[in-house]
Structure formats: structure tokens, C-alpha cells
């Protein structure tokens, strides 16, 4: 059967907390953000591979959330408001070292929380920031484990409105890396697949979906 070319649909995530599977992997990053507001510190880092839920705890977290590489002096500068819970995501894609620094202090000065995500912790040029980041605690989502996998590609695909064997979801987790953004590169494969061929996600198109995902996961060529 040809297939057709899909559209580029978006489709929108349940971004609750009840939405937010939890499991060993991220135990310690979930207690952080329900602990709230009674944090012993005024500031965390939550650190973790792409699609491993960072995003999701920060929009439970956040009341104002800005993108590391859009953070400038005039955004951190601007907010004054008292109590603030504020996100800044990606810090390890900064690009205005001095803006995070004003903005830990504006922030811990006015009694705010600071939520900080990133892939890996970064070493700081500017001293004073590193300073202050050697004291924020850093908080890391682990590899899923199977359990998990299982759960996160059946939300996934839930969230897309599509019914899924278990069968299917048990075929694939046995034969993807234990990985969020690996699990995720597969699911939009398998995706894309149903809908230009309209037909169902089952084990033969699942196969297909991971081989066509395999050179985005392992580099291929």
C-alpha cells in the first residue's frame, strides 16, 4: 500500500501532576517539587536526559519559566515580584552567564524559588555564579527502567488518542535503549507510519518504526 504524506499535527501533552509518571528514576526530583514551598534551600537543579520529565516538573512548578539561551540582564532585572517561583530551563544552553547571576539573587532576595533544569551540569565562567551553583543542589533523573518505559510509551500514545496492544509496547521496550528521547524517537516513528499507511500500530509496523528510528538513536548513516 503507498503511503501518504502525513500532516504535521500537534497534539497537546497532559502536562499535571497527575500526569507525571513516577518511579525510581525521578523519586527525588518529584518529592523536591511537592515539597514546595517548604524547600530547605532557595534554589534546585533537576538534570537529566531530553525527554526524561524535566519540563513537565517545571510546568507544575513554575509561575514564570524562561529558556536558558533567551535569559538576558533586562528579563532577570524586570522581576520583581515577591515569592515568585521561577523556571529557567536549558541553563546549559546559557548565553548570558551575568543575567542567571542577577536573577539568583533577585529572586532569593525577594523570597522566591529558583528551579533550574539541564542536560549536564555546566562549569560557569563567571565566578560568583559557580559559586552559587556549587551550593544549589543538584537533583538527577536516572535511566528508566522497563516499567517506566512501558508506562511513558503507553501515555505517549494515549496522548495522541491512539489505543495500543500491550503486546506491541512489550515488543518494543525489549528492543529500544533504555532511553527517554530513544523511547520518544521511536513512538514519532510509529506515528508517522499509521498515519500515512492508516492502519493500526501493531508488531509489524513497529518493527519498521525502530528500524527507521535506529539511525536518529545510534548515529547512523
Known amino acids: 500500500m503507498?503511503?501518504?504524506?502525513?500532516?504535521?499535527?500537534?497534539?497537546r501533552p497532559s502536562y499535571g501532576r497527575g500526569d507525571f509518571l513516577v518511579s525510581p528514576c525521578n523519586r527525588e526530583a518529584v518529592l523536591w517539587i511537592d515539597k514546595?514551598?517548604?524547600w530547605p534551600v532557595p534554589a534546585v537543579i533537576i538534570c537529566g536526559e531530553k525527554g526524561c520529565g524535566k519540563s513537565h516538573l517545571a510546568a507544575i512548578f513554575s509561575q514564570l519559566r524562561i529558556e536558558g539561551s533567551s535569559l538576558t540582564d533586562e528579563i532577570a532585572l524586570g522581576i520583581t515580584q515577591s515569592?515568585?517561583?521561577?523556571?529557567?530551563e536549558?541553563?546549559?544552553k546559557l548565553q548570558d552567564e551575568r543575567a542567571l547571576f542577577y536573577l539568583y539573587n533577585h529572586v532569593i532576595n525577594r523570597g522566591g524559588a529558583l528551579l533550574m533544569t539541564a542536560r549536564h551540569i555546566p562549569e560557569f565562567h563567571l565566578k560568583d555564579l559557580q559559586s552559587r551553583m556549587n551550593a544549589?543542589?543538584?537533583?538527577?533523573?536516572?535511566?528508566?527502567?522497563?516499567?517506566l518505559m512501558y508506562a511513558v510509551l503507553y501515555k505517549a500514545f494515549q496522548?495522541?488518542?491512539l489505543i495500543i496492544d500491550p503486546k506491541v509496547i512489550e515488543y518494543t521496550i525489549l528492543r529500544v535503549p533504555r532511553s527517554f528521547w530513544a523511547l520518544q524517537r521511536v513512538m514519532e516513528q510509529a506515528d508517522l507510519l499509521s498515519l500515512s499507511r492508516g492502519q493500526r500500530i501493531t508488531i509489524?509496523?513497529?518493527r519498521i518504526a525502530l528500524?527507521?528510528?535506529a539511525s536518529e538513536i545510534y548515529g547512523l548513516k
Not at 515569592?83 to 529557567?88: A, E, F, K, M
Not at 543542589?137 to 527502567?145: A, R
Open 2 to 11: 503507498p503511503e501518504q504524506l502525513p500532516l504535521n499535527l500537534s497534539y
Open 36 to 38: 514546595y514551598p517548604h
Open 83 to 88: 515569592g515568585l517561583r521561577i523556571v529557567v
Open 90 to 92: 536549558n541553563i546549559d
Open 136 to 147: 544549589v543542589p543538584k537533583i538527577q533523573i536516572s535511566t528508566p527502567d522497563e516499567e
Open 159 to 161: 496522548d495522541r488518542g
Open 204 to 206: 509489524p509496523l513497529m
Open 211 to 213: 528500524v527507521r528510528a
